[in-house]
């Protein structure tokens, strides 16, 4: 199975320019034999909390559709961010799209105290299978969260796959964190980070791969445009410019 982080900087406030780019970037994982695509945090808008409230969409958005017509398509996993507006506010949400699945969506759990003037918590994990792996998603912050982690082991996760939107000083504390949890509860851990504008900083990049002996694998590097792949079944990974 090939799980696919998509290092990409995105258009602010721009949701169709962003569409346009992810599908370009899918069917470029999906030449090299990806299994599943995800993007950073909020990758549909970027990582914009001042924009979230005018740039939220609804769960049944037909914007979205194109990626099920393309999960559909190829049978890949994809998995998209974007502010959701739900009865008590606005969530961040990643969206799955799966071969002939309704959509579901997975909400950041656990938020940084400086979201919640923006930002709903979301409550309901979700937990995706592809071939014999067994993928968790975790949202940025709470993938910092030890007690996010074991929910994730809990969840008989053998992949943990984080979205996330990191300034330099993130991407350190991820570095240090996911090793330990990789090898604590024996999973790998796969990170997408963007690059570029993000909200009051510039993405840091280096998406990594760690494995579940906590070594790193590979990793891009901290400001181009890559595809982060990791293969389960040789427990390989590579990097590959987009």
């Known amino acids: 199975m090939k799980l696919v982080a998509a290092q990409i900087s995105s258009f ?16 470029q994982a999906v030449s090299h034999g990806a299994d599943g695509v995800f993007f950073p945090e909020l990758s549909l808008t970027a990582y914009e909390p001042l924009l979230a409230d005018d740039l939220a969409i ?15 398509r190829t049978g890949v996993l994809i ?9 008590q506010g606005i969530e961040i949400a990643m ?27 979301g409550s309901d994990q979700h937990v995706f299978s592809i071939a014999n792996e067994v993928l968790v998603p975790a949202i ?17 996760a053998t992949i943990y796959f984080a979205s996330v939107a990191k300034s330099p000083r993130g991407v350190a504390a991820a570095y240090n964190h996911y090793p330990q949890i990789a090898r604590q509860y024996r999973m790998a851990v796969v990170m997408a980070n963007c690059v570029g504008p993000a ?10 791969v760690w494995s579940a002996e906590g070594n790193l694998l590979t990793q891009a590097d901290e400001s181009g445009e890559a595809l982060v792949i990791y293969d389960s079944l040789t427990g390989e990974g590579r990097v590959l410019g987009i």
């Open 140 to 156: 940025c912050y709470e993938s910092l969260q030890a007690d996010h982690a074991q929910q994730a082991s809990e969840a008989q």
């Open 95 to 121: 969206f799955v799209f799966q071969r002939g699945s309704e959509r579901l969506v997975y909400t950041k759990q656990l938020l940084h105290a400086d979201e919640l003037p923006y930002f709903s918590a």
């Open 199 to 208: 909200d009051n900083f510039i993405g840091a990049g280096r998406s990594g």
């Open 58 to 72: 609804q769960i049944d958005d037909p914007k979205l559709e194109v990626f099920q017509q393309l999960s559909d």
């Open 12 to 27: 602010q406030g721009k949701i169709e320019q962003n569409i346009a780019k992810h599908i370009a970037v899918i069917e």
């Open 79 to 87: 998995a998209v961010g974007a502010p959701l507006r739900v009865e």
